[in-house]
Protein backbone atom coordinates (compact mmCIF):
# COMPACT_ATOMS: atom_id res chain seq x y z
CA UNK A 1 0.00 0.00 0.00
CA UNK A 2 3.20 2.25 -0.94
CA UNK A 3 1.19 4.13 -3.16
CA UNK A 4 -1.81 5.02 -0.74
CA UNK A 5 -1.77 8.83 0.08
CA UNK A 6 -1.29 9.91 3.53
CA UNK A 7 -4.75 11.75 3.20
CA UNK A 8 -6.62 8.14 2.32
CA UNK A 9 -4.86 6.16 4.73
CA UNK A 10 -5.84 8.59 7.49
CA UNK A 11 -9.36 8.81 5.81
CA UNK A 12 -9.84 5.21 6.09
CA UNK A 13 -8.51 5.10 9.66
CA UNK A 14 -10.63 7.32 10.64
CA UNK A 15 -13.75 5.80 9.59
CA UNK A 16 -12.75 2.23 10.56
CA UNK A 17 -11.87 1.20 6.69
CA UNK A 18 -9.10 -1.28 5.98
CA UNK A 19 -7.58 -0.26 3.26
CA UNK A 20 -6.81 -4.31 2.62
CA UNK A 21 -10.39 -4.85 2.80
CA UNK A 22 -11.20 -2.39 0.14
CA UNK A 23 -8.72 -2.51 -2.53
CA UNK A 24 -5.42 -3.30 -3.96
CA UNK A 25 -3.39 -0.55 -5.82
CA UNK A 26 -2.88 -0.32 -9.68
CA UNK A 27 0.72 0.63 -10.37
CA UNK A 28 1.79 2.45 -13.27
CA UNK A 29 -1.21 3.84 -14.25
CA UNK A 30 -1.48 7.45 -15.26
CA UNK A 31 -3.81 9.71 -14.62
CA UNK A 32 -6.32 12.50 -16.83
CA UNK A 33 -7.13 15.47 -16.63
CA UNK A 34 -10.57 16.36 -17.18
CA UNK A 35 -12.12 12.71 -15.65
CA UNK A 36 -11.19 9.30 -17.40
CA UNK A 37 -8.10 7.46 -16.91
CA UNK A 38 -6.08 4.31 -17.92
CA UNK A 39 -2.88 3.55 -20.08
CA UNK A 40 -2.20 5.63 -23.20
CA UNK A 41 0.00 6.40 -25.94
CA UNK A 42 0.54 9.10 -28.41
CA UNK A 43 -1.50 9.18 -30.98
CA UNK A 44 0.28 9.04 -34.76
CA UNK A 45 -2.19 10.73 -36.65
CA UNK A 46 -3.08 14.23 -37.53
CA UNK A 47 -5.92 15.47 -35.68
CA UNK A 48 -7.43 16.19 -38.81
CA UNK A 49 -6.94 12.67 -39.54
CA UNK A 50 -8.78 10.83 -35.90
CA UNK A 51 -11.01 14.35 -34.96
CA UNK A 52 -13.89 14.09 -37.05
CA UNK A 53 -14.62 10.29 -36.73
CA UNK A 54 -14.96 10.41 -32.81
CA UNK A 55 -16.35 13.69 -32.87
CA UNK A 56 -19.19 12.06 -35.67
CA UNK A 57 -19.33 8.94 -33.78
CA UNK A 58 -20.16 11.31 -30.49
CA UNK A 59 -22.42 13.61 -31.79
CA UNK A 60 -25.46 12.80 -29.01
CA UNK A 61 -22.76 14.06 -26.44
CA UNK A 62 -22.53 17.71 -25.92
CA UNK A 63 -19.69 19.30 -26.60
CA UNK A 64 -17.37 21.93 -24.37
CA UNK A 65 -14.50 24.23 -25.04
CA UNK A 66 -11.99 25.28 -23.16
CA UNK A 67 -9.54 28.36 -23.60
CA UNK A 68 -6.32 28.99 -21.64
CA UNK A 69 -5.16 32.32 -21.02
CA UNK A 70 -1.91 31.52 -18.69
CA UNK A 71 -0.91 34.99 -17.51
CA UNK A 72 -1.26 36.46 -14.76
CA UNK A 73 -0.55 40.31 -13.18
CA UNK A 74 1.81 38.07 -10.71
CA UNK A 75 1.85 35.00 -8.58
CA UNK A 76 -0.50 34.82 -5.81
CA UNK A 77 1.15 32.82 -2.24
CA UNK A 78 -1.13 30.14 -2.66
CA UNK A 79 -0.97 29.08 -6.14
CA UNK A 80 1.12 26.56 -7.93
CA UNK A 81 0.35 27.08 -11.55
CA UNK A 82 1.54 30.65 -12.09
CA UNK A 83 3.38 30.62 -15.83
CA UNK A 84 3.64 34.63 -17.93
CA UNK A 85 3.68 37.60 -16.09
CA UNK A 86 0.60 39.91 -17.93
CA UNK A 87 3.06 42.34 -20.29
CA UNK A 88 2.14 45.15 -22.08
CA UNK A 89 0.96 44.39 -25.43
CA UNK A 90 0.60 40.32 -24.44
CA UNK A 91 -3.06 40.65 -25.08
CA UNK A 92 -3.30 41.60 -28.64
CA UNK A 93 -0.69 39.05 -29.84
CA UNK A 94 -2.30 36.18 -27.46
CA UNK A 95 -5.79 36.74 -28.51
CA UNK A 96 -4.82 36.55 -32.07
CA UNK A 97 -2.91 33.05 -31.64
CA UNK A 98 -6.49 32.20 -29.91
CA UNK A 99 -8.88 32.95 -32.92
CA UNK A 100 -6.15 30.80 -35.33
CA UNK A 101 -6.55 28.20 -33.27
CA UNK A 102 -9.97 28.81 -32.92
CA UNK A 103 -10.33 28.56 -37.01
CA UNK A 104 -7.72 25.74 -37.25
CA UNK A 105 -9.17 23.58 -35.49
CA UNK A 106 -12.99 24.29 -36.92
CA UNK A 107 -11.47 23.26 -40.22
CA UNK A 108 -10.17 20.20 -38.75
CA UNK A 109 -12.97 18.63 -37.54
CA UNK A 110 -15.06 19.93 -40.48
CA UNK A 111 -18.48 19.64 -40.97
CA UNK A 112 -19.03 17.19 -37.85
CA UNK A 113 -18.81 20.20 -35.87
CA UNK A 114 -22.01 21.13 -36.79
CA UNK A 115 -23.57 18.11 -35.47
CA UNK A 116 -23.14 18.81 -31.88
CA UNK A 117 -24.22 21.59 -29.70
CA UNK A 118 -21.81 23.62 -27.46
CA UNK A 119 -22.57 23.00 -23.84
CA UNK A 120 -20.78 25.20 -22.49
CA UNK A 121 -17.50 27.85 -23.00
CA UNK A 122 -14.84 28.11 -20.31
CA UNK A 123 -11.98 31.21 -20.38
CA UNK A 124 -9.93 29.88 -17.54
CA UNK A 125 -6.56 30.81 -16.53
CA UNK A 126 -4.32 32.40 -15.87
CA UNK A 127 -6.08 35.24 -15.93
CA UNK A 128 -8.29 35.93 -18.76
CA UNK A 129 -9.45 39.22 -17.62
CA UNK A 130 -6.25 40.50 -18.36
CA UNK A 131 -6.77 40.54 -21.62
CA UNK A 132 -7.97 43.65 -23.49
CA UNK A 133 -12.14 44.42 -24.12
CA UNK A 134 -11.60 44.37 -27.67
CA UNK A 135 -9.28 41.05 -27.88
CA UNK A 136 -11.25 38.81 -25.86
CA UNK A 137 -14.64 40.47 -26.94
CA UNK A 138 -12.57 39.57 -31.07
CA UNK A 139 -12.06 35.64 -29.60
CA UNK A 140 -15.60 35.79 -28.41
CA UNK A 141 -16.62 36.94 -32.21
CA UNK A 142 -14.77 34.64 -33.87
CA UNK A 143 -15.92 31.60 -31.40
CA UNK A 144 -20.06 32.12 -32.32
CA UNK A 145 -19.00 32.41 -35.75
CA UNK A 146 -17.43 28.86 -36.34
CA UNK A 147 -18.85 26.99 -33.69
CA UNK A 148 -22.35 26.13 -32.92
CA UNK A 149 -23.25 28.52 -29.82
CA UNK A 150 -27.05 29.02 -28.95
CA UNK A 151 -28.78 30.95 -26.36
CA UNK A 152 -28.06 28.30 -24.07
CA UNK A 153 -24.58 28.03 -24.41
CA UNK A 154 -23.13 28.77 -20.83
CA UNK A 155 -19.71 31.32 -21.66
CA UNK A 156 -17.90 31.95 -18.77
CA UNK A 157 -15.01 33.93 -18.66
CA UNK A 158 -12.51 33.79 -15.56
CA UNK A 159 -11.12 36.14 -13.40
CA UNK A 160 -10.01 38.54 -10.74
CA UNK A 161 -11.53 41.86 -9.53
CA UNK A 162 -8.24 43.90 -9.64
CA UNK A 163 -8.29 44.95 -13.34
CA UNK A 164 -11.77 43.45 -14.89
CA UNK A 165 -13.40 46.98 -15.61
CA UNK A 166 -16.76 47.58 -16.02
CA UNK A 167 -15.81 48.32 -20.01
CA UNK A 168 -14.09 45.14 -19.87
CA UNK A 169 -16.92 43.41 -18.77
CA UNK A 170 -19.67 45.08 -21.18
CA UNK A 171 -17.68 44.73 -24.21
CA UNK A 172 -17.91 40.94 -23.19
CA UNK A 173 -21.55 40.38 -22.31
CA UNK A 174 -22.39 42.39 -25.22
CA UNK A 175 -20.01 40.08 -27.33
CA UNK A 176 -21.68 36.93 -26.06
CA UNK A 177 -20.20 35.88 -22.22
CA UNK A 178 -22.74 35.45 -19.92
CA UNK A 179 -21.13 33.80 -16.87
CA UNK A 180 -18.14 35.34 -14.82
CA UNK A 181 -16.46 33.47 -11.94
CA UNK A 182 -14.26 35.78 -9.76
CA UNK A 183 -11.68 33.83 -7.68
CA UNK A 184 -11.68 35.96 -4.70
CA UNK A 185 -10.64 33.82 -1.97
CA UNK A 186 -11.92 35.66 1.11
CA UNK A 187 -13.50 38.98 1.33
CA UNK A 188 -11.41 40.03 4.64
CA UNK A 189 -9.05 42.85 3.06
CA UNK A 190 -5.94 41.93 5.38
CA UNK A 191 -6.34 38.18 4.68
CA UNK A 192 -6.32 39.62 1.18
CA UNK A 193 -3.30 41.20 0.96
CA UNK A 194 -1.23 38.71 3.16
CA UNK A 195 -2.56 36.18 -0.46
CA UNK A 196 -1.06 39.03 -2.90
CA UNK A 197 -4.39 40.06 -3.87
CA UNK A 198 -4.67 43.83 -4.01
CA UNK A 199 -8.72 44.64 -3.92
CA UNK A 200 -10.25 45.84 -1.38
CA UNK A 201 -14.08 44.64 0.34
CA UNK A 202 -15.64 47.98 -1.42
CA UNK A 203 -13.69 47.61 -4.60
CA UNK A 204 -15.33 43.69 -4.36
CA UNK A 205 -18.48 45.33 -3.92
CA UNK A 206 -18.57 47.74 -6.83
CA UNK A 207 -16.71 45.72 -9.10
CA UNK A 208 -19.45 42.04 -8.30
CA UNK A 209 -22.13 44.70 -8.81
CA UNK A 210 -21.13 46.09 -12.17
CA UNK A 211 -21.67 42.13 -13.41
CA UNK A 212 -24.94 41.87 -11.47
CA UNK A 213 -26.43 45.22 -13.67
CA UNK A 214 -24.96 43.71 -16.74
CA UNK A 215 -26.95 41.06 -16.16
CA UNK A 216 -24.13 38.33 -15.92
CA UNK A 217 -24.66 35.20 -13.90
CA UNK A 218 -22.00 36.04 -11.09
CA UNK A 219 -20.21 33.41 -9.42
CA UNK A 220 -17.09 34.19 -6.55
CA UNK A 221 -14.87 31.60 -5.15
CA UNK A 222 -13.89 31.34 -1.73
CA UNK A 223 -10.68 29.06 0.40
CA UNK A 224 -11.11 28.46 3.38
CA UNK A 225 -8.20 26.85 6.10
CA UNK A 226 -6.03 30.19 5.50
CA UNK A 227 -3.01 31.08 7.70
CA UNK A 228 -4.77 32.63 10.10
CA UNK A 229 -8.03 32.40 9.24
CA UNK A 230 -10.39 31.57 11.62
CA UNK A 231 -14.30 30.14 11.58
CA UNK A 232 -15.64 33.69 11.94
CA UNK A 233 -14.30 35.17 8.85
CA UNK A 234 -15.67 32.34 7.01
CA UNK A 235 -18.65 32.95 7.88
CA UNK A 236 -18.33 37.08 7.32
CA UNK A 237 -17.23 35.87 4.17
CA UNK A 238 -20.59 34.65 3.69
CA UNK A 239 -22.79 37.33 5.12
CA UNK A 240 -21.01 39.99 2.92
CA UNK A 241 -21.98 38.15 -0.16
CA UNK A 242 -24.81 37.11 0.35
CA UNK A 243 -26.34 40.25 1.58
CA UNK A 244 -24.07 43.07 0.19
CA UNK A 245 -23.65 41.59 -3.28
CA UNK A 246 -26.11 40.02 -6.03
CA UNK A 247 -23.74 36.93 -6.39
CA UNK A 248 -25.64 33.96 -8.07
CA UNK A 249 -23.34 31.41 -7.22
CA UNK A 250 -20.50 30.59 -4.92
CA UNK A 251 -17.62 27.93 -4.50
CA UNK A 252 -16.21 26.68 -1.21
CA UNK A 253 -12.54 24.91 -2.15
CA UNK A 254 -10.11 23.98 0.86
CA UNK A 255 -6.93 25.45 0.86
CA UNK A 256 -4.45 23.20 -1.08
CA UNK A 257 -0.78 23.50 0.15
CA UNK A 258 1.44 22.86 -3.30
CA UNK A 259 5.46 22.00 -2.73
CA UNK A 260 7.40 25.16 -3.62
CA UNK A 261 4.39 27.90 -4.10
CA UNK A 262 5.12 30.67 -2.04
CA UNK A 263 2.93 29.97 0.33
CA UNK A 264 4.77 26.75 1.44
CA UNK A 265 8.11 28.78 1.18
CA UNK A 266 7.17 30.68 3.79
CA UNK A 267 5.44 28.43 6.11
CA UNK A 268 8.43 27.02 5.78
CA UNK A 269 10.47 29.95 6.71
CA UNK A 270 8.31 30.58 9.77
CA UNK A 271 6.81 34.18 8.37
CA UNK A 272 3.68 32.79 7.86
CA UNK A 273 1.42 30.96 10.21
CA UNK A 274 0.65 27.41 9.23
CA UNK A 275 -2.52 26.96 7.37
CA UNK A 276 -5.73 26.01 9.18
CA UNK A 277 -5.90 21.92 10.37
CA UNK A 278 -8.25 19.34 9.16
CA UNK A 279 -10.40 19.64 11.89
CA UNK A 280 -10.44 23.63 11.99
CA UNK A 281 -10.83 23.22 8.15
CA UNK A 282 -14.01 20.80 8.82
CA UNK A 283 -15.58 23.45 11.26
CA UNK A 284 -15.15 26.18 8.38
CA UNK A 285 -17.18 24.27 5.89
CA UNK A 286 -19.21 23.07 8.26
CA UNK A 287 -20.10 26.58 9.29
CA UNK A 288 -20.14 28.05 6.01
CA UNK A 289 -22.60 25.74 4.88
CA UNK A 290 -24.71 26.41 7.84
CA UNK A 291 -24.36 30.36 6.80
CA UNK A 292 -25.30 29.50 3.20
CA UNK A 293 -28.82 27.47 3.74
CA UNK A 294 -29.80 30.15 6.19
CA UNK A 295 -28.94 32.48 3.38
CA UNK A 296 -31.21 30.83 1.00
CA UNK A 297 -28.51 29.55 -1.14
CA UNK A 298 -29.14 25.74 -2.31
CA UNK A 299 -26.24 23.27 -1.41
CA UNK A 300 -25.74 22.20 -6.01
CA UNK A 301 -22.48 20.16 -5.74
CA UNK A 302 -20.27 19.06 -2.84
CA UNK A 303 -18.52 22.54 -3.35
CA UNK A 304 -20.53 24.74 -4.96
CA UNK A 305 -23.89 26.65 -3.93
CA UNK A 306 -26.24 29.22 -6.08
CA UNK A 307 -29.20 31.53 -5.66
CA UNK A 308 -31.48 30.49 -8.02
CA UNK A 309 -31.29 28.66 -11.57
CA UNK A 310 -30.20 30.92 -13.28
CA UNK A 311 -26.64 29.44 -12.29
CA UNK A 312 -26.61 26.10 -13.94
CA UNK A 313 -22.53 25.32 -13.53
CA UNK A 314 -22.15 23.11 -16.75
CA UNK A 315 -18.94 23.29 -17.68
CA UNK A 316 -17.69 23.10 -14.22
CA UNK A 317 -19.74 19.37 -13.24
CA UNK A 318 -18.75 18.18 -16.91
CA UNK A 319 -15.01 19.05 -16.50
CA UNK A 320 -15.32 16.56 -13.47
CA UNK A 321 -16.18 13.81 -15.69
CA UNK A 322 -15.37 12.25 -18.81
CA UNK A 323 -16.80 15.15 -21.42
CA UNK A 324 -15.63 16.24 -24.08
CA UNK A 325 -13.90 19.47 -23.54
CA UNK A 326 -12.28 20.87 -26.91
CA UNK A 327 -8.82 22.77 -25.54
CA UNK A 328 -7.50 25.89 -27.48
CA UNK A 329 -4.62 27.89 -25.87
CA UNK A 330 -1.01 27.22 -24.55
CA UNK A 331 -0.95 25.05 -21.51
CA UNK A 332 -5.13 23.99 -22.45
CA UNK A 333 -6.13 20.42 -21.40
CA UNK A 334 -9.00 18.49 -22.65
CA UNK A 335 -10.31 15.24 -24.52
CA UNK A 336 -12.61 13.93 -27.21
CA UNK A 337 -13.35 10.98 -26.99
CA UNK A 338 -10.76 8.45 -25.90
CA UNK A 339 -7.65 10.90 -26.98
CA UNK A 340 -6.43 13.27 -24.35
CA UNK A 341 -5.18 16.56 -25.12
CA UNK A 342 -2.37 18.41 -23.92
CA UNK A 343 -1.71 22.08 -25.41
CA UNK A 344 2.28 22.59 -25.27
CA UNK A 345 3.10 24.46 -22.03
CA UNK A 346 5.71 27.42 -23.71
CA UNK A 347 4.06 30.27 -25.73
CA UNK A 348 6.51 29.89 -27.70
CA UNK A 349 6.31 26.20 -28.53
CA UNK A 350 2.84 26.97 -28.89
CA UNK A 351 2.57 30.17 -31.08
CA UNK A 352 5.57 28.54 -33.18
CA UNK A 353 3.30 25.29 -33.77
CA UNK A 354 -0.06 27.60 -34.87
CA UNK A 355 1.79 30.01 -37.13
CA UNK A 356 2.87 26.22 -38.38
CA UNK A 357 -0.62 25.42 -38.97
CA UNK A 358 0.11 22.62 -36.32
CA UNK A 359 -2.13 21.66 -33.89
CA UNK A 360 0.05 22.88 -30.87
CA UNK A 361 -0.83 20.10 -27.93
CA UNK A 362 0.00 16.64 -27.79
CA UNK A 363 -2.43 13.98 -28.27
CA UNK A 364 -2.49 10.56 -26.47
CA UNK A 365 -4.98 7.75 -26.54
CA UNK A 366 -6.61 6.62 -23.38
CA UNK A 367 -7.28 2.82 -22.91
CA UNK A 368 -10.26 2.67 -20.50
CA UNK A 369 -9.27 1.70 -16.86
CA UNK A 370 -11.02 -1.64 -15.25
CA UNK A 371 -14.53 -0.26 -14.33
CA UNK A 372 -13.95 3.16 -15.52
CA UNK A 373 -17.68 2.56 -16.45
CA UNK A 374 -18.80 2.59 -12.19
CA UNK A 375 -15.68 5.10 -11.84
CA UNK A 376 -17.95 7.80 -14.51
CA UNK A 377 -21.13 6.90 -12.18
CA UNK A 378 -19.81 8.11 -9.16
CA UNK A 379 -18.16 11.02 -10.26
CA UNK A 380 -21.71 12.06 -11.60
CA UNK A 381 -23.64 10.95 -9.02
CA UNK A 382 -21.75 12.95 -6.82
CA UNK A 383 -21.54 16.13 -8.46
CA UNK A 384 -25.23 15.95 -7.65
CA UNK A 385 -24.41 15.11 -3.82
CA UNK A 386 -25.18 11.65 -4.11
CA UNK A 387 -23.23 7.89 -4.46
CA UNK A 388 -24.94 5.75 -7.29
CA UNK A 389 -27.91 3.46 -5.77
CA UNK A 390 -26.75 0.16 -4.55
CA UNK A 391 -28.68 -1.54 -7.59
CA UNK A 392 -26.04 -0.13 -9.78
CA UNK A 393 -22.84 -1.27 -8.04
CA UNK A 394 -20.73 -4.08 -9.81
CA UNK A 395 -20.50 -6.38 -6.46
CA UNK A 396 -23.48 -5.46 -3.80
CA UNK A 397 -21.64 -7.83 -1.38
CA UNK A 398 -18.51 -5.95 -1.30
CA UNK A 399 -20.11 -2.41 -1.17
CA UNK A 400 -21.95 -3.35 1.19
CA UNK A 401 -20.51 -3.14 4.38
CA UNK A 402 -18.03 -0.26 3.19
CA UNK A 403 -21.53 1.44 2.88
CA UNK A 404 -23.03 0.41 6.23
CA UNK A 405 -19.48 1.96 7.64
CA UNK A 406 -20.10 5.60 5.96
CA UNK A 407 -23.31 5.93 6.94
CA UNK A 408 -22.50 4.91 10.80
CA UNK A 409 -19.67 7.84 10.13
CA UNK A 410 -22.04 10.17 8.87
CA UNK A 411 -21.37 10.50 5.36
CA UNK A 412 -24.26 8.96 3.26
CA UNK A 413 -27.43 8.93 4.47
CA UNK A 414 -30.67 6.71 4.27
CA UNK A 415 -31.19 5.67 0.11
CA UNK A 416 -33.68 7.33 -1.99
CA UNK A 417 -34.94 6.63 -5.52
CA UNK A 418 -31.87 8.44 -7.20
CA UNK A 419 -28.95 6.99 -4.80
CA UNK A 420 -26.84 7.30 -1.35
CA UNK A 421 -27.47 11.03 -0.39
CA UNK A 422 -23.72 12.57 0.54
CA UNK A 423 -24.07 14.55 3.75
CA UNK A 424 -22.65 18.04 4.91
CA UNK A 425 -19.86 15.59 6.09
CA UNK A 426 -19.49 14.23 3.20
CA UNK A 427 -19.09 16.68 1.35
CA UNK A 428 -16.64 17.96 2.86
CA UNK A 429 -14.46 14.02 2.49
CA UNK A 430 -15.82 13.74 -1.15
CA UNK A 431 -12.69 14.03 -2.81
CA UNK A 432 -11.38 10.94 -0.38
CA UNK A 433 -14.73 9.23 -0.88
CA UNK A 434 -14.27 9.30 -4.86
CA UNK A 435 -10.60 8.31 -4.89
CA UNK A 436 -11.16 5.46 -2.55
CA UNK A 437 -14.03 4.28 -5.06
CA UNK A 438 -12.47 4.49 -7.64
CA UNK A 439 -9.97 2.19 -6.51
CA UNK A 440 -12.44 -0.05 -5.17
CA UNK A 441 -14.15 0.15 -8.70
CA UNK A 442 -10.61 -0.74 -10.15
CA UNK A 443 -10.25 -3.61 -7.90
CA UNK A 444 -13.57 -5.19 -8.45
CA UNK A 445 -13.50 -5.21 -11.98
CA UNK A 446 -9.78 -6.17 -11.98
CA UNK A 447 -11.05 -9.17 -10.30
CA UNK A 448 -13.98 -10.21 -12.26
CA UNK A 449 -11.73 -10.13 -15.30
Known sequence: ???????????????????????????GRPGMGHGGGGR????????????????????????????HTPFCHHRCSFCPFFQNTTKPGFSERYAEFLCRDLEQKARWVGPSLTTRRISSVFFGGGTPSDLEAGDLARVLETLKRLYPIDTETEITVEGRIWGFSKEKAAAWRAAGANRISIGLQSTNSRLRRSMGRLADRGKIRRTL??????????????????????????????????EETGIDGLDLYALKQFPNSPLAKAVERGSIKSPADIQLRAEMFTAAAEALAQHGF??????????????????????????????????????????????????????????????????????????????????????RRMLPPLSQWPNRAAATPLLNNWREAGLIGAPCPDGLPLTPAGCFWFPHLQSLLTMWSTRIASQAA
Open 40 to 67: GEGVAESFADWAPGINSQRHDAPLNLYL
Open 298 to 383: EHFTPQHWRRGQRERSIYNQLAKTSADILPFGSSAGGRLGNVQISGFRTLEDYENAIEAGELGAHCITREAAPGQGFTDAIVAHIQ
Open 1 to 27: MDNVSPQTADYCAQVGVRLSDIFTPIR
Open 209 to 242: QHFVDLDFVTIVDLIYGLPNQDVASVVEDVRFLA
